[in-house]
Every structure is written in C-alpha cells, then in structure tokens.
C-alpha cells in the first residue's frame, strides 16, 4: 500500500489521541526502522516499515474484530441516547469508532455478538446466501416434544406466513433445547417456538459459524484469535486482508 503519516497509524492501531501522540512521539519513545523520530507526519509504509513504540514492534492490522458475550438488557447499537447499547459495554481498550456489530440480539438476549471494523466481512455474514449457521440455548415456559423437534426440522410458519428455513431443535430437558438456525429473521427464534405455543424466557447465543462463546462471561469481550480470524473469511469465503499473503491495501482513514 501506499505510504501514510505515522501519527495516522499509530493512531489506527489504538496508541491514543493526535495529542496523546504528539507527546508520545516528542519524548523519542516511537522508532522507525529503529531510529527515534519524533514528526507525526513522517510517512511510513505498514508492510515494510518496522515500526516500535517503547520498543516493542507494532503489528500493523487493517482490522479489528471482537466477541463479546452481549448481557441482556443491552441493546445492539453503537449508540443510543437513552438505553444502554453494546459499545458502553465495551472495555475501554477494545472501543474504536468504527467498529459494528454484525446482526443482532434482541435487547433480552443474551450471548455471542461479534464486532467488526471489516464493513465488507459483516455484508457477507449477513447476507442471506452467506448466514452462518448461530445456535441458541432457549428456555421455554411449556414442555418441548418431538413433534417441536420435527416442526423445527421442516421450517416453522410463522404468524406472518413466512416460513423458515429447516432449523434443528436438541431437546435437553423437558423445557430446554438448543436451536440451530440459518438464516436472521427478527426475533425469529422467539417467534417460532411462539409458532409452536410456547413462550421462550430466556435466550442465549451460544456459536454463529466458526465463533464459539465458550467460557466468555456476560459482559465481557476478547478480540478474535488469529486463527478465529482465520476461520471467519473463510467461512464468508473472503481472503482475510491481514494474510501476509493478500496485497497490502489501507484501511478507511489511513
């Protein structure tokens, strides 16, 4: 890629403020292929510049992409002036500007949500040739059956005569199952056990395609292992544009 101010990296990449900059380049702590340089527009090339704040070598990416464990009573959004949404959630040092959820949880769904600043992998994810398989736990307020199972198995009419894709329900005990859908549909999971009779009170997200919530608690969040990164281009078949393999081009901004 092109070359770029130095203060315009360091600053994608998290290192502070253009003043919080300012200082951090004027008192000699940023090296450039391992001299000091202290002018915040000296240009720089991320793919072959070796950059160092403090002395440890800076990893240029060109995109960011978080898991979070959404809490209920949380809304999906970036921003609200009322209610609580998923960045106020976020810990201070994985909070960027650009970052977006890709789809959503309803406010009192709990669970996975991921986070991207890749504007064209969270287009794949949701559009609809490219809907990666998401599982939910559910609790419901009457007992599933395995006529529930095969009504899942076939696709739910809805009360607005859409019918959904072919879902899979796992019973686990008389009023938990988990629920394996394709495709998106607000509030779709809720609306076909409501199909079904049954009214879910509590909903959690627990994988959407190669992303697993694991052990993460509510309320927390990680970035995306590299080999997470990995799996989810591949899974939206997009090369992932921090492969040293895929030719350098800059991010929004830079």
């Known amino acids: ?3 770029v101010r130095l203060d315009r990296l360091l600053g994608h ?10 200082a951090l380049l004027k008192a000699g702590r940023v090296t450039v292929d391992g001299r000091p340089v202290t002018d915040p527009g000296t240009l720089v090339d991320p793919g072959t510049s070796s950059v160092a704040v403090d002395g440890e070598p800076v990893r240029f990416q060109r995109h960011f992409h978080v898991l979070l464990h959404k809490p209920a009573g949380v809304i999906t959004a970036t921003a609200d002036p009322r209610q609580r949404t998923v960045m106020d959630v976020l810990p201070e040092d994985l909070r960027r500007r650009d970052l977006v959820p890709v789809g959503r949880l309803d406010k009192d769904t709990e669970g996975l949500l991921l986070l991207t600043t890749d504007g ?7 559009a609809p ?14 007992p599933l059956d395995p006529a529930d199972q095969e009504a899942f198995a076939a696709g739910v009419p809805l009360a607005d005569g859409y019918v959904t894709l072919p879902a899979r329900l796992e019973i686990l005990s008389p009023q938990e199952g988990i629920v394996t859908v394709r495709e998106g549909k607000y509030h779709q999971v809720r609306r076909m056990f409501a199909a079904r009779g049954k009214r879910v009170v509590y909903l959690k997200r627990l994988s959407m395609g190669p992303l697993s919530l694991g052990d993460l608690p509510p309320g927390a969040a990680r970035p995306l292992t590299a080999a997470e990164v990995d799996a989810l281009y591949r899974s939206a078949s997009l090369p992932n544009p921090d492969d040293p393999d895929v030719p350098l081009a800059g991010p929004p901004g830079l």
């Open 1 to 3: 890629m092109s070359r």
């Open 13 to 22: 990449m998290g290192f502070g403020s253009r003043k919080e900059l300012r």
């Open 129 to 142: 040739r490219w809907h990666q398989p998401k599982r939910y736990l559910a609790r419901v307020d009457r």
């Open 120 to 126: 064209t992998l969270a287009h794949r994810l949701m």
